[in-house]
Structure formats: C-alpha cells, structure tokens
T-cell receptor
Framework: RKEVEQDPGPFNVPEGATVAFNCTYS??????FFWYRQDCRKEPKLLMS???SGNEDGRFTAQLNRASQYISLLIRDSKLSDSATYLC???????????FGTGTRLKVLA | NAGVTQTPKFQVLKTGQSMTLQCAQD?????MYWYRQDPGMGLRLIYY???????DKGEVPNGYNVSRLNKREFSLRLESAAPSQTSVYFC??????????FGPGTRLTVT
C-alpha cells in the first residue's frame, strides 16, 4: 500500500464547477500536510498547508481528518488556469521525510 | 530574489559518464533536498541536508553523491550514470513552516 494515495484522475470539469480531491495517508505519525500544484513540465509549488481545523484561501478549501487519515481539497468556481496536477504531501513528525502522492490531474474545460 | 535555481535545465549523458547538478537558494534556508520524479511515482528523496556541512541519505541514494558547499548551495553528483537515472531532478529548500520551495528542475536522459 502506498503511504500517500491519490486518485490520478483526470478530473474533467467545466469552468465554474466545484471539484474535490481526496488523499489518504497510512502513517499515523504524519504531522504536517500540504497541497502542491504542479503544472506540466514545471516544478511543484505550494498551494496551501492543511491545518487541523481546516483552512480556506480564496476559492480553495482544505480539510484534514486525522481519525480517518485523509485530507481533501475543494476548488470552487473552477478556472481554466486551475488545470494542473495537485500533489498531496505529508511530513512525518520529527523527521525531514516528506511523502509525496503521485498527484491528481485536473482539466478545467471551457 | 531568484528563490531556488538549478543548472542545467536539460542534459543527455551516455552510460558511465559523470555530471554534477547544481542548486542554489537565496532565501537563507537551512534545509535543502534533492528529489527525483518519475512517471507514475511521487517525488522520491535522494539526499537531504539539514544545514551546511551535513547530509543524509534519503529513499533512493544509490548512484548519487551530494555536497553542501555552503548555506546557499547543494550539489548532486552522478559518478557513473545509468539509464535507470533518467529522470527529472528537483532541488528544494525548506521554509520556516515546513513549506518547500522547488527549483525549476533538470531533465536528465541517460542513453
């Protein structure tokens, strides 16, 4: 079983739609959680950290469920520019070990 | 403020050749990382450096060496390249709240 699992997609959604991605992690020692965005042939860039109480940044909302060991990302009012691969990343507590998911690909269609 | 820079952007090597990938950051971060990214797999850690003068092996260190030359620079060396090392290599530095900043990557092909 992979330590961090994501649905690879692609998720094809029309502009303006709301889309949600989930990510599950297997290590209960996971301490910090992140969503990164990666455009084709580019480097990953931090989209947002995920806090226990959930957090929002504009059209993006992230949630953490420690009991069920998953995190989610909700994108509202999708834009064409949101088309990218979204990586779920987990940091194991007390370590430098970041575990990356393989990513979920999103295509927003005009 | 350039963030994290990497050179070269592209490289083609023959099996057995050596090369060094360069990475530098101007954000005064202590921790730096080298990852490789292959299709269908998440980024995998090759080596990590918590501070100048210290390095640790990650998940896939075989065939690689690193040098943390100073706080800014962290280089990755392939002593004898193999086709299995064909990949995209990313350098990253770590900010105060564990966020990672990545360089633009090096696309390496070994024939």
């Amino acid at each position: 079983r992979k330590e961090v699992e994501q649905d690879p997609g692609p998720f094809n959604v029309p502009e303006g739609a709301t889309v949600a991605f989930n990510c599950t992690y297997s290590n209960s020692a996971s301490q910090s959680f992140f969503w990164y965005r990666q455009d084709c042939r580019k480097e990953p860039k931090l989209l947002m950290s995920v806090y226990s109480s959930g957090n929002e940044d504009g059209r993006f909302t992230a949630q953490l469920n420690r009991a069920s060991q998953y995190i989610s990302l909700l994108i509202r009012d999708s834009k064409l520019s949101d088309s990218a691969t979204y990586l779920c990343v987990v940091l194991l507590g007390g370590t430098y070990k970041y575990i990356f998911g393989t990513g979920t690909r999103l295509k927003v269609l005009a | 403020n350039a963030g994290v820079t990497q050179t070269p952007k592209f490289q083609v090597l023959k099996t057995g050749q050596s090369m060094t990938l360069q990475c530098a950051q101007d954000m005064n971060h202590n921790s730096m990382y080298w990852y490789r990214q292959d299709p269908g797999m998440g980024l995998r850690l090759i080596y990590y450096s918590a501070s100048e003068g210290t390095t640790d092996k990650g998940e896939v260190p075989n065939g690689y060496n690193v040098s943390r030359l100073n706080k800014r620079e962290f280089s990755l060396r392939l002593e004898s390249a193999a086709p299995s090392q064909t990949s995209v290599y990313f350098c990253a530095s770590e900010g105060k709240v564990y966020e990672q900043y990545f360089g633009p990557g090096t696309r390496l092909t070994v024939t």
